[in-house]
């Protein structure tokens, strides 16, 4: 008998087996692929040597994970890589705002109207940001807040939609850039929490980054497992879970799987039918010829560059796909050039660089065109550069990946009071209405991203259960 089993391995299901084997537990992770990685994989989906993250790239969360943050991962190969800037925001004048690591230069680079309205929003928060989003990350109540003022404090900032955070400013810039950093979680602007969104990206960068993985986001996959592996833990690829009779004996299970695929292979009936799923994204993977011919300087040297021309047009294409059920006609891209910084991505002198904007869950169209003739506005002959190009829309994401239910890359609207309490109201949501059955998917707090938290906290409230037995 197994103290554990854990179904996916994901960042969450592959934290969540590390957790509990580095206390002792016996653990077996199955995954259904035949490489273990879930959202943090790496393949040559192009051309031979361009080495593409279909999924995850950029690593804000990764890299501040207080989960992984604990263990010793760049033993086994994982290596943050800094690009010079952590994220860059071109405009049509050839201008660009950016998220810098100093907070100076940021603010700076908004114009002298809102640099102070910027530092006064990030610059509480500096000191405190380890002590703030270990809080933030174990909400609603795995451990108890160690610094309950400045959670509150930020939660007076962040609970509101960020359209009222972007009131602080008074040019477009910032709010674009702004708008942008809401964007990742592909929630409507003026959402509640929306705004803790934003802030979070934020401060990220100001604190340690936005790195991409040496080699691609599989290290990061391969590394915990590596990890796994030397504390005795087992890995089985290639082992689609249908039942739970299709797994060994253990005292626990842990799915790192949507919540309509766990009610179905745990029996648990219509326990999570309220759960919603959201909108998808249209992704392409492109093998360059060299590097992206931006017009401005500063995405030249971002290792991710957002991509719309204001606050208006980034809002409307977020309307567009959560709202209105329709495709963009001039998308909010967010992309990733790895190789600015890595040149092991790809052959000398050329380069890897994805690009994706928001659709409705599950529209079957072609968002190739709009998302280049977005690219071409920002990046003149960007088009010329193109060797190859892998596309993926709401179908093909979720035949890649179960977690991905019509295309949803957050594994369920990451929006209203869902973004935060996930996947169901409640002050325990690992647990599941049978006592040895656990979730720590991204349908858990705190939600979408690679940071392996929710596989952190999940493990925690599987221990105690384990202990009290
Ligand atoms: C296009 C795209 C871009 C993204 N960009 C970023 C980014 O730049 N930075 C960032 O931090 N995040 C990004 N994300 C989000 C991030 O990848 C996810 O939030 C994260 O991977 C979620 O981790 P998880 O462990 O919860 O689930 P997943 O990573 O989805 O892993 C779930 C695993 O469970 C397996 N599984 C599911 N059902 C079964 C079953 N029945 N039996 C066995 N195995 C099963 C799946 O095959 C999968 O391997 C992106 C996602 C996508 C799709």
């Known amino acids: ?5 854990v179904v996916g391995a994901g960042p969450n299901g592959l934290t969540a087996a590390v957790e509990l084997a580095r ?29 593409h993250d279909p999924c995850s790239a950029a690593h804000p969360l990764g890299i ?17 890589l800094q ?25 700076a680079s908004f114009g002298p109207r809102d640099a102070g309205a910027y530092r006064r ?16 990350m174990s909400l609603p109540l795995s451990s108890l807040p160690r610094d309950p003022v400045t959670l509150a404090r930020f939660g007076l900032s962040g609970l509101p939609p ?6 602080r400013f008074r040019d477009d810039r910032a709010r674009a850039l702004f708008a942008g ?3 990742h979680v592909i929630a409507p602007l003026d959402g509640i929490i929306t705004g803790g969104v934003g802030m979070v990206f934020a401060l990220a960068a100001h604190a340690r980054g936005w790195p991409v993985a040496r080699g691609g986001s599989q290290s990061i996959s391969d590394a915990l497992t590596a990890y796994l592996l030397d504390l005795g833990g087992t890995v089985h690829t290639d082992y689609e879970v249908k039942r739970l009779d299709d797994l060994p004996p253990a005292r626990a299970y842990v799915f790192d799987t949507s919540p309509t695929a766990l009610a ?7 326990a999570y039918a309220g759960y919603r799923y959201g909108s998808s994204v249209f992704k392409i993977d492109y093998a360059l010829d060299g590097p992206v011919p931006w017009t401005a300087q500063e995405p030249r040297t971002a290792g991710t560059v957002q991509v719309g021309a204001s606050s208006k047009e980034i809002g409307a294409a977020l309307r567009a796909a959560s709202r209105e059920g329709r495709a963009p006609d001039a998308p909010f891209l967010i992309t990733v050039q790895p190789s600015v910084v890595d040149p092991s991505r790809a052959p000398a002198g050329k380069h890897v660089f994805w690009a994706y904007g928001h659709v409705p869950g599950g529209w079957d169209g072609d968002l190739t065109d709009a998302i280049e003739r977005q690219l071409e506005r920002f990046a003149p002959g960007f088009r010329d550069r193109v060797l190859a190009r892998a596309t993926a829309g709401p179908p093909e994401l979720a035949a890649r990946n179960a977690n991905y239910v019509g295309g949803d890359i957050a594994c369920g609207a990451a929006s209203g009071l869902q973004l935060l309490l996930r996947p169901k109201l409640s002050l325990f949501p690992y647990g599941t209405p049978h006592p040895a059955v656990f979730i720590c998917s991204s349908a858990t707090p705190p939600g979408p991203g690679v940071h392996g938290m929710s596989g952190h906290n999940a493990a925690k409230a599987v221990w105690r259960r384990l202990r009290s037995a």
Do not use: C
């Open 1 to 5: 008998m197994l103290d554990a089993v």
């Open 23 to 51: 206390r002792g537990f016996s653990v077996a992770v199955f995954e259904a692929r035949d490489t273990v990685g879930g959202g943090a994989r790496t393949e040559e989906l192009t051309l031979p040597g361009f080495r």
């Open 64 to 80: 501040n994970s207080p989960a992984f943050r604990a263990m010793p991962l760049d033993r086994y190969g994982l290596e943050w």
């Open 83 to 107: 690009p010079p800037l952590p994220m860059a925001h071109p405009f049509l004048d050839g201008t660009a705002a950016v998220l810098s690591r100093s907070v100076a230069e940021t603010a």
């Open 121 to 136: 929003l990030v610059e509480p928060f500096l000191g405190k940001w380890d002590v703030l989003l270990r809080d933030f």
């Open 162 to 167: 960020s359209t009222w955070l972007m009131r």
């Open 181 to 183: 950093l809401v964007a």
């Open 264 to 270: 179905k292979i745990a029996g648990l009936g219509r």
